[in-house]
């Protein structure tokens, strides 16, 4: 089975400063992986998925992440944060199960980042 | 404009007292999914459909029932609320196309059971 850890319930951060989202996954079989994004009171939208190829994954709103196997992490990150990034950060893990088409899309629990302005 | 909606979104009711949690996509999207969302326990799939008339326990189906008579909607049925049951709770969708875990998320139903 997999499962999904992410360091920190809790970020804050600086306007201007780097934001970094630690993500470590799980799996084994090799994994889908995704971030998603919750603004207060709104479902989740996805920011940036990685399935197979390049391992630096660009997302929308200037975030990325890089899928290290070596260190089973997917850490998020942006360069300057922006007080409209405030929200909480899902990452989630993909694998498929038996059945065509089925899967299983696994959470974290969450990291709530707070931009100071 | 492509959405997920749920309904209601929010809800205040009774222990024992049965309720439907609708929702409705208008993608065309073959798979749906029902979660809960706690604080400090992240999202947790109750149930999931792969089309109609298949639909499948995630990891907490336990008081919850489900059913996909039709492709766009997917409702969530509890039978006999319970305290433990109040959360808030996301449907999601997703089209094969887009390949396993793109989902695309409603905009939530806060339950209270009293």
């Known amino acids: 089975a997999q499962s999904v850890t992410q360091l920190g319930s809790h970020v804050s951060v600086s306007e201007g400063a780097l934001v970094l989202l630690r993500c470590n996954y799980s799996?084994?079989?090799?994994?889908?992986l995704f971030w998603y994004v919750q603004y207060p009171n709104q479902g989740l939208q996805l920011l940036l998925k990685y399935t197979t190829g390049a391992t630096l994954v660009k997302g929308i709103n200037g975030f990325e992440a890089e899928f290290k196997k070596s260190e089973t992490s997917f850490h998020l990150t942006k360069p300057s944060a922006h007080m409209s990034d405030a929200a909480e950060y899902f990452c989630a893990v993909s694998v498929t199960r038996s059945g065509a088409g089925s899967y299983q899309l696994t959470f974290g629990k969450g990291t709530k980042l707070s931009v100071i302005p | 404009e492509a959405q997920v909606t749920q309904n209601p979104r929010y809800l205040i009711t009774v222990t024992g007292k049965k309720l439907t949690v609708t929702c409705s996509q208008n993608?065309?999207?073959?798979?749906m999914s029902w979660y809960r969302q706690d604080p400090g326990l992240g999202l947790r799939q109750i149930y999931y459909?792969?089309?109609?008339?298949?639909?499948d326990k995630g990891d907490v189906p336990e008081g919850y029932k489900v059913s996909r008579k039709e492709k766009r909607n997917f409702p969530l049925i509890l039978e006999s609320p319970s305290p433990n049951q109040t959360s808030l709770y996301f449907c999601a969708s997703s089209s094969f196309r887009e390949g396993p875990g793109t989902q695309y998320f409603g905009p939530g139903t806060r339950l209270l059971v009293l």
């Open positions: 993608m065309n999207h073959e798979y």
């Open positions: 799996s084994s079989v090799p994994p889908y």
């Open positions: 459909s792969m089309n109609v008339e298949v639909t």
